[in-house]
Nanobody, 123 residues
Framework: QVQLVESGGGSVQAGGSLRLSCVASGYTDSSRCVGWFRQAPGKQREAVATIDHRGATTYTDSVKGRFTISKDNAENTLYLRMSSLKPEDTAMYYC?????????????????WGQGTQVTVSS
């Protein structure tokens, strides 16, 4: 059974930093696309960043230059380093994983989701 457990959210002032972590269990392969998503109240969920088995990354435009996605395959852990945080970054953040052998370039469906961790940025 695959489980994704996020941590690291919290409340910070604008300009601050946070690092989110997501520990995966139930699979050990690194071949799948994994990523971070977020959903703010009243808004649709959006993809924030993805990373594939080669380490290739994508970011939504609003976080480029401020957020960094990375993963530790040995620890089966996904990270999202967020800096220069803005109030508009306030949202519930979720990590997600696609099925095995599904490159990010193929826009795979994300079938495994964590429970989310709240990030609140005050001005």
């Amino acid at each position: 059974q695959v489980q994704l457990v996020e941590s690291g959210g919290g409340s910070v002032q604008a300009g601050g930093s946070l690092r989110l972590s997501c520990v995966a269990s139930g699979y050990t392969d690194s071949s799948r696309c994994v990523g971070w998503f977020r959903q703010a109240p009243g808004k649709q969920r959006e993809a924030v960043a993805t990373i594939d088995h080669r380490g290739a990354t994508t970011y939504t435009d609003s976080v480029k230059g401020r957020f960094t996605i990375s993963k530790d395959n040995a620890e089966n852990t996904l990270y999202l380093r967020m800096s220069s945080l803005k109030p508009e970054d306030t949202a519930m953040y979720y990590c997600a994983a696609a099925s095995a052998n599904s490159p990010c370039a193929q826009n795979p469906a994300f079938i495994y989701w964590g429970q989310g961790t709240q990030v609140t940025v005050s001005s």
